[in-house]
């Protein structure tokens, strides 16, 4: 039977992106946010970002047996900061590195998947206001996080 959903690929496909663009970070995970270690602990593994598998959408395409499928990937970034550092400008200029890098890398385009191909990539959104920097506050944590939210599209076959 042929495969119609690559969700792992792809999420696995854009940390290398991150980690190729960002090579001072000490994690580049895919998971959730429950996959971080305990407050205490959480500063020796940042800076990190974590590929978080949102959704999977998919839709017949006009084809025979076709399929687009729709993935959506939350990526939550963080680092931690020192005293007197500004942290939201050095979040502002990280966090653009890695939506810069997902948003011009060709490496979508040419992924080889089993029985499909990657139609296009965007980053659709950029937020810094989000509930885990919010999280790292109250926990008392000196660490700031944004998100970077990235949809794939990919063409597929049914069996």
Not at 15 to 22: C, N, Q, T
Not at 49 to 60: L, S
Not at 131 to 137: C, E, I, Q, W
Not at 138 to 150: G, P, Q, R, V, W
Request: net charge negative; aromatic share 6%.
């Amino acid at each position: 039977m042929p495969k119609v959903f690559h969700g792992e690929v792809l999420a696995d496909k854009t940390a290398e992106i991150v980690a190729a663009a960002m090579p001072t970070l000490k994690v580049v995970s895919v998971g959730s946010l429950a996959d971080l270690p305990a407050p205490e602990q959480i500063t020796a593994w940042l800076p990190a970002v974590i590929v978080e598998p949102v959704r999977a959408d998919a839709t017949e395409d006009g084809e025979p047996l076709g399929v687009t499928a729709m993935y959506t990937y939350r990526l939550v970034f963080i680092r931690q900061f020192a005293a007197g550092e500004n942290p939201r400008r050095q979040l502002l200029l990280e966090v653009q590195a890695i939506a810069e890098a997902l948003q011009n890398t060709a490496e979508f385009r040419t992924l080889v998947l089993d029985n499909g191909y990657v139609r296009g990539h965007l980053v659709t959104g950029v937020a810094f206001d989000t509930d885990v920097d919010s999280v790292l506050g109250m926990l008392e944590i000196d660490a700031s996080a944004a998100e970077i939210t990235l949809t794939v599209e990919v063409h597929t076959r049914r069996g």
